[in-house]
C-alpha cells in the first residue's frame, strides 16, 4: 500500500477545486481493504471514498485518508437464453462499461451512456439519465465496511433506492465502500426512448441499443460543458417534487412551467427552468457561476473557491424559495 503524505486532489475532481488530503492511497486489490483499516484505526483518521470525483464538492483541506477506487474488473456470473448477470468491480470507469456491454450484446444501460465516474458511483446516487435509473438494473451491491471489517451484500430492495438516492447516502453507510456491483442486462434490447430527445430522434426509425448510445452521447455532448474545458459535476440540484395544488398554484403566475407527474401523485419540477427563470443562466459568483447555456449546471470559472459554490448555492435556493415557494436541493455531495 503506498501511502502520499499531503496530497491535492486537484487532479481527481471534476470541479477543479484545490483540496489537500492528509493522506492518499490508490487501492487496487480488495486483499489491502485489512491493511487500510488498520492504518485508519492508527492514525484514528476516518476513510473517504473517491471514484471519478465527479459529485464532489471538496474542501481545502480533508483530515482524513482519501481513497482512490481503482479495483477493475468484470465478469460473467449467470447467463440465460434472455439475460445476464455481470459482476463489475466498483473502479472501473461507468461509461466504458456502458460501452464494452453493448459491444458485447448485453442491453439496458444505454440511456446512461457518458455519466462520468465510476461504476461504483453509480448506486450512490442511483444515476439516471434520458428515462432510465440504474437500480432498474442492479441486483446486488457488494461492500466492505471500514468500520466493523467485514464484508457485506445488500439485494437492489435493501439498498433502498430512490431518485437520486439511496442507503449508501445515509450516515449508517458512512463507512461503507462498494467494491463491486452486479447488473442484470437483456440479450435482447429493449430501448426506452420516451424522454422527448430521444422520442423525436427515433420517431418512425428503429432504435437499437448502439443508436440509443450514441444519440444520447450526442445530446448530452450538445447540452452539458466539457469537463475537461469547463469544470463541473452536471447538475447542481435535483428536481424538486411538489403536490398536485403547488402546481396548479405555480402554473397562474408561470404558465410554461414544466412538471412530470410521479406514481405517488405528486409532481417533479425541472430545477434548471425555475433557475433560468430567476435569472441565474450565466450568474457569476466570485470564481463561480451557472453555465451560460444551461442554468442547472454550475462552473468553476477558473480557481474556484469552495465558499463561492456555498454563497451561490445559498442565492439560488433563497430566490427559488421567495418566489416560488420551491425548496432546492443540492444533488452533489459535499466532503
Ligand atoms: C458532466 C457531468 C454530467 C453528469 N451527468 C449525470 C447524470 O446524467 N445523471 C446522474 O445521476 N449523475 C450525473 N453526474 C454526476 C456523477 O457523474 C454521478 O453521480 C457519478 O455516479 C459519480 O461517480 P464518481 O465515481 O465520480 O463518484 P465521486 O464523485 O468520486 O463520489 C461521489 C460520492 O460517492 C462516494 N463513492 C464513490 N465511489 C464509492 C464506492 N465505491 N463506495 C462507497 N462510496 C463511494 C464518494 O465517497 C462520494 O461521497 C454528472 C456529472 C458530471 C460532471
Given at each position: 500500500?503506498?501511502?502520499?503524505?499531503?496530497?491535492?486532489?486537484?487532479?481527481?475532481?471534476?470541479?477543479?477545486?484545490?483540496?489537500?488530503?492528509?493522506?492518499?492511497?490508490?487501492?487496487?486489490?480488495?486483499?489491502?481493504?485489512?491493511?487500510?483499516?488498520?492504518?485508519?484505526?492508527?492514525?484514528?483518521?476516518?476513510?473517504?471514498?473517491?471514484?471519478?470525483?465527479?459529485?464532489?464538492?471538496?474542501?481545502?483541506?480533508?483530515?482524513?485518508?482519501?481513497?482512490?477506487?481503482?479495483?477493475?474488473?468484470?465478469?460473467?456470473?449467470?447467463?440465460?437464453?434472455?439475460?445476464?448477470?455481470?459482476?463489475?468491480?466498483?473502479?472501473?470507469?461507468?461509461?466504458?462499461?456502458?460501452?464494452?456491454?453493448?459491444?458485447?450484446?448485453?442491453?439496458?444501460?444505454?440511456?446512461?451512456?457518458?455519466?462520468?465516474?465510476?461504476?461504483?458511483?453509480?448506486?450512490?446516487?442511483?444515476?439516471?439519465?434520458?428515462g432510465i435509473e440504474v437500480n432498474r438494473f442492479?441486483?446486488?451491491?457488494?461492500?466492505?465496511?471500514?468500520?466493523?471489517?467485514?464484508?457485506?451484500t445488500l439485494t437492489t430492495n435493501e439498498c433502498q433506492f430512490d431518485y437520486r438516492h439511496s442507503i449508501f447516502k445515509t450516515p449508517a453507510y458512512k463507512n461503507f465502500f462498494i467494491t463491486s456491483v452486479d447488473f442484470q442486462l437483456l440479450k435482447k434490447a429493449n430501448p426506452v426512448v420516451t424522454y422527448a430527445e430521444l422520442a423525436h430522434a427515433f420517431s418512425g426509425k428503429t432504435a437499437t441499443a448502439g443508436l440509443v448510445a450514441e444519440k444520447v452521447i450526442e445530446v448530452r455532448q450538445k447540452k452539458l460543458?466539457?469537463?475537461?474545458?469547463?469544470?463541473?459535476?452536471?447538475?447542481?440540484?435535483?428536481?424538486?417534487?411538489?403536490?398536485?395544488?403547488?402546481?396548479?398554484?405555480?402554473?397562474?403566475?408561470?404558465?410554461?412551467?414544466v412538471s412530470y407527474p410521479q406514481p405517488d401523485g405528486r409532481f417533479k419540477l425541472a430545477a434548471g427552468q425555475l433557475i433560468d427563470k430567476l435569472g441565474f443562466k450565466g450568474h457569476k459568483q466570485g470564481s463561480v457561476g451557472m453555465y451560460e447555456k444551461q442554468a442547472l449546471v454550475m462552473v468553476n470559472l477558473g480557481n474556484g473557491r469552495r465558499e463561492d459554490v456555498v454563497a451561490l448555492v445559498e442565492r439560488v435556493q433563497q430566490a427559488c424559495l421567495s418566489v416560488y415557494g420551491v425548496s432546492l436541493e443540492v444533488e452533489p455531495i459535499f466532503w
Open positions: 500500500m503506498n501511502v502520499q503524505v499531503d496530497f491535492n486532489l486537484l487532479p481527481f475532481n471534476t470541479f477543479k477545486l484545490n483540496s489537500v488530503a492528509r493522506y492518499f492511497v490508490e487501492l487496487t486489490s480488495e486483499a489491502e481493504l485489512a491493511e487500510l483499516t488498520k492504518f485508519s484505526k492508527d492514525k484514528k483518521l476516518p476513510i473517504r471514498i473517491l471514484g471519478g470525483g465527479s459529485n464532489l464538492i471538496l474542501p481545502e483541506k480533508i483530515e482524513a485518508i482519501v481513497v482512490k477506487n481503482v479495483l477493475m474488473g468484470t465478469r460473467v456470473l449467470m447467463e440465460t437464453s434472455d439475460t445476464v448477470l455481470i459482476s463489475c468491480a466498483s473502479g472501473m470507469n461507468w461509461h466504458q462499461f456502458v460501452m464494452s456491454t453493448i459491444a458485447n450484446g448485453h442491453f439496458g444501460l444505454e440511456n446512461l451512456a457518458l455519466i462520468p465516474g465510476t461504476v461504483g458511483g453509480a448506486p450512490i446516487q442511483n444515476i439516471g439519465a434520458y442492479i441486483t446486488q451491491v457488494h461492500g466492505y465496511d471500514f468500520e466493523t471489517g467485514s464484508t457485506k460543458p466539457d469537463v475537461a474545458v469547463i469544470p463541473n459535476v452536471g447538475s447542481f440540484f435535483k428536481n424538486p417534487l411538489v403536490t398536485a395544488q403547488q402546481v396548479d398554484q405555480l402554473k397562474k403566475s408561470t404558465p410554461d412551467l
